[in-house]
């Protein structure tokens, strides 16, 4: 015999889950191992719902002939009443369907479907659509309030996206939403409105690890099992993220908890009390304590399961930059201005902290002329410090309390980072904003299962190994940049980035290679790598550095930083994510600039005012991001980009860092709208003045595109480069020697390149003759044969004359694979002497191939026996 059933006290998810396991085991019999919950006793006698399938009671179960019992939403045997003695038993089956986290005394099946979603009825639901089992009406909408009773409609921060698949699945299966909302309403009655004035006027509010717990307090004298749904009454009536209900009852008390910060588990917090659940809904009885007893148990269990919140490590920025004390006021104005700093720790001798300098002090001493005066002259004595531990609390009482503008963070009297106001206003606001969101504060956010879903095999097993290689040689990894972004946006991008923290990034990337069978390419002076795997891909390899620019537009000059401060030096906020690799953190995500909010209100912005004087591309560059996302370049920056275009801020930017951008701007799919996007922002009269653009020049570089991707989708075997016919394009209205101009100045070098634009002219000629008398098809290869497939494909968006445009597309799709039958040496054994007359036969026999005036290799042979008669008078021949 095989049974189904659950825990005592039986919910809606238990009912769903034991009706769902019924369509998988249908000699199975169903029957509840104790009591019901009041609501689900209500709904069942009131008749509110039809039961789909009989449920038989535990004694008319024969225990010795049970075989196989199947367990839905629980694994612990003591919750079994009548059936714990088969759990473990000879000859009986176990097989187990549960949601709710691991504990050490989980009964051991032969089969297990354990996963932590919202419900068990989540689980059992997606089985059967796997499984493609129809369900009926009834069946479907039981297991649709399985899931709304226990992720509270879809709500509760336990909701996974497995729970919104299911109940998709249901929804489809015919599930009806109205029954379920009425079989989930819950009214208040006269007690439950006494009971809940009684637990909000015993509401007491603890601070446990920076997270705020309130514990409130009731007496009744017989407890009822639904008294949990008072629990969310109260936390949503008052706000709370963490809620510890003690109910007082007989001869036990009993706690419900509800939790919605990743800072209290509350799950753990009961079983530490002998009781269970999830780390956002548990509960527990304790038996034979005073309420006073319970409370007390109940705060201890909540200290030792607390996770602290942020502390100073987690903020700070570090390597700290520092100034000794002997640097003058003159050289403190400088360093300042390079890492864009506005306070700084001094040092002694011995690295030893003994003042901070502020930039305020330092601009007023040298306005004064004390500029050759030192540090230790003028900072400050009195001055705030902090520990690697502090707690928010901490840092923002001694910062907002006491005024302090830097706080250096000390590890065994070691300054070992810092604190500004911006770091912590910042961690105060993303507080204030998920307060406002109603969701506590958040766990961090992992894309480990991202990582799995939209990577190969291959890569998401070259990040865990260079997370594993990290953590041995005691350094963080990170993957940083495009590929996190895009990881995000859910686009391609194979093209990942490391960033090495606490360590050298050349030394990781050998001891990567050297575990890979790989190459190691090292740049020393940028402390960065690039690992060349055995088949051909590369990995880019950084360490965490700082950036500075001695001018504007200048190469930067590069210093071993933070991961903070080196993904502060990148150009848009979008950019600025990462993720660990390293395996006890593998695939957390870390925004310290608000890269998520970006994404998510699809803006591109810049992290501060002198970004585009650093670095005056990323103004094409933010150009390049906004259409390709499709998002918005933010009003401020949009306001920096046409300040700076009044500046010609490109002038003393070096060519080639323009050309690459330009390069990969018109290398896009969307490189029309980017090019329109330049004009409007004045940036393509930066590029060359006499660059003209309008509404028959954007047609025109559209065709441009469009001709490199017919192009591309022929899989021709010359490959055109499409960035170069879009060129060719844009720069139309230059002469040659403007062209050649703006080519010397972008720095364009390299053989293929440079013969394609030489080969313009020669181009511009044969489509004046091609859209003139010419229309031979001999004619037109003549013409085009030696001109590089992308001038060609620029002529084709250029020519207006229709005949002109057909001869264009037929010399790409057609003239240039015609082939003769015949070859030399076919020709001189029919009688023609080596030397210039083979190639002059050869090049008419092609002629007339092409011309359609010969079709065969016989007629070939008969055109050159001529040939060969007339003593090779090709003219008369013809």
Same mark, same amino acid.
């Given at each position: ?9 039986? +919910? ?24 019901? $919950? ?9 008749? !509110? ?6 449920? &038989? ?72 659509? +796997? ?7 009834? $069946? ?41 909302? &009425? ?8 007690? &439950? ?20 717990? #309130?514990? #409130? $307090? ?60 999830? =780390?956002?809904?548990? %509960? ?21 399961? #607390? ?82 531990? %502090? ?117 990781? =990337? ?11 390419? =090292? ?149 029309? !709208? ?21 509404? $028959? ?38 002469? +040659? ?6 080519? !010397? ?51 084709? =968006?250029?020519?207006? +004359? ?44 092609? &002629? ?20 060969? !008669? ?9």
């Amino acid at each position: 015999m095989e049974v189904i059933t659950s825990h005592t006290n039986a +919910d809606f998810d238990t009912l769903a889950s034991m009706v769902g396991a019924r369509k998988l085991y249908p000699e199975a019999r169903l029957v509840f191992s104790g009591s019901l $919950e009041k609501g689900l006793k209500d709904a069942i006698d009131k008749k !509110k719902i039809e039961l789909p399938c009989k449920f &038989d009671k535990a004694r008319e179960i024969d225990l010795d002939k049970v075989t196989r019992i199947i367990l839905v939403d629980v694994r612990q045997a003591g919750r079994l009443g009548v059936f714990n003695g088969l759990v473990g038993k000879a000859g009986v089956d176990v097989h187990v369907y549960d949601h709710h986290p691991s504990t050490a005394g989980d009964v051991r099946a032969s089969f297990e479907a354990i996963e932590p979603c919202g419900s068990t009825s989540t689980i059992i639901s997606l089985i059967l659509r +796997d499984r493609k089992m129809a369900l009926t009406s009834d $069946e479907a909408t039981i297991l649709m309030a399985g899931i709304y009773e226990d992720t509270g409609f879809l709500s509760y921060p336990s909701t996974t996206p497995r729970d919104f698949e299911a109940a998709s699945f249901l929804l489809s299966s015919g599930a009806d939403l109205s029954k379920v909302s &009425d079989l989930l309403r819950k009214e208040l009655t006269p007690e &439950d409105v006494s009971l809940l004035n009684e637990f909000l006027h015993s509401e007491a509010r603890y601070t446990i690890g920076g997270v705020e717990v #309130v514990i #409130v $307090e009731g007496y009744l004298e017989r407890y009822a099992a639904d008294i949990s749904a008072l629990a969310h009454r109260i936390r949503d009536i008052e706000g709370m993220d963490c809620l510890f209900m003690l109910v007082d009852s007989e001869d036990r008390v009993h706690m419900i908890a509800r939790s919605r910060t990743a800072h209290v588990d509350v799950g753990k917090v009961a079983r530490a009390v002998g009781g269970g659940g999830h =780390a956002h809904a548990a %509960s527990a009885t304790l038996k034979g304590v005073t309420l006073i007893e319970a409370k007390e148990r109940l705060l201890e269990a909540i200290r030792e399961s #607390v996770v602290p919140q942020r502390t100073a490590a987690e903020i700070m920025s570090f390597p700290p930059i520092v100034f000794p004390a002997a640097l003058t006021l003159n050289e403190a104005m400088e360093q300042m201005r390079r890492y864009n700093i506005n306070a700084a720790p001094v040092v002694d001798n011995g690295a030893s902290v003994i003042g901070v300098i502020t930039r305020q002090v330092v601009d007023k001493a040298v306005y004064h002329g004390l500029g050759r005066s030192t540090v230790s002259d003028y900072m400050t004595t009195e001055y705030e410090t902090v520990s690697h531990g %502090s707690s928010i609390d901490e840092i923002r009482a001694k910062v907002m309390g006491r005024g302090a503008r830097l706080l250096p963070v000390l590890k065994d009297r070691k300054l070992v980072g810092v604190i500004t106001r911006t770091d912590l206003i910042k961690i105060l606001q993303e507080g204030l904003r998920e307060a406002a969101e109603g969701i506590g504060a958040r766990k961090p956010h992992s894309l480990s299962r991202l990582i799995k879903e939209r990577l190969p095999g291959w890569a998401a097993g070259l990040l865990k190994e260079a997370g594993e290689v990290a953590e041995g040689l005691g350094v963080n990894a990170y993957a940083v940049g495009g590929f996190v972004r895009d990881l995000l946006l859910r686009r391609e991008n194979l093209d990942m980035d490391i960033v090495i923290e606490g360590g050298d990034g050349i030394a990781f =990337a050998n001891e990567l290679a050297a575990r890979r069978g790989a190459r190691v390419r =090292a740049h020393r002076r940028f402390r960065t790598a690039v690992v060349i795997l055995p088949d051909g891909y590369k990995l880019d390899v950084a360490t965490a550095r700082l950036e500075y620019y001695e001018k504007p537009g200048a190469l930067p000059t590069v210093e071993v930083s933070s991961l903070k401060l080196d993904l502060y030096r990148r150009d848009f906020a979008i950019n600025t994510l990462a993720v660990a690799l390293n395996p006890r953190r593998f695939g957390e995500l870390i925004d310290f600039f608000g890269a998520q909010r970006d994404i998510k209100e699809k803006a591109v912005r810049v992290l501060h005012n002198l970004s585009f004087v650093e670095d005056p591309t990323r103004m094409l560059r933010a150009v390049r991001f906004s259409e390709k996302f499709g998002f918005r370049i933010s009003k401020h920056t949009l306001h920096l980009i046409k300040n700076y275009v009044k500046l010609d801020v490109f002038k003393d930017l070096s060519g080639p860092r323009l050309f690459d951008e330009l390069r990969n701007m018109l290398g896009e799919e969307v490189s029309v !709208k980017c090019v329109g996007r330049l004009h409007e922002l004045g940036l393509l009269k930066l590029i060359h003045g006499s660059i003209t653009y309008d509404v $028959e020049r954007e047609a025109f570089i559209e065709r441009a595109r469009e001709a490199a991707v017919w192009h591309r989708l022929l899989y021709a075997k010359d490959g055109a480069e499409g960035w170069v016919v879009i060129f060719l394009a844009l720069t139309d209205t230059l002469n +040659d020697e403007e062209l050649n101009g703006l080519l !010397k100045r972008l720095g364009v070098e390299g053989k293929k390149p440079m013969e394609i634009f030489a080969s313009r002219a020669d181009g511009l000629d044969a489509l004046r003759r091609i859209s003139g008398a010419v229309r031979k098809n001999s004619e037109v290869y003549g013409l085009l044969r030696d001109l590089p497939m992308e001038v060609v494909l620029y002529l084709l =968006a250029k020519a207006e +004359d229709e005949g002109a445009k057909k001869a264009l597309a037929s010399h790409v799709t057609k003239l240039r694979y015609v082939e003769t039958a015949l070859n030399g040496d076919d020709l001189k054994s029919m009688g023609i002497e080596e030397g210039p007359r083979v190639g002059e036969a050869l090049r008419l026999l092609l &002629d007339k191939r092409l011309d359609g005036e010969i079709t065969t290799r016989e007629e070939e042979e008969v055109f050159v026996r001529g040939y060969a !008669k007339a003593g090779g008078r090709g003219a008369e021949v013809l």
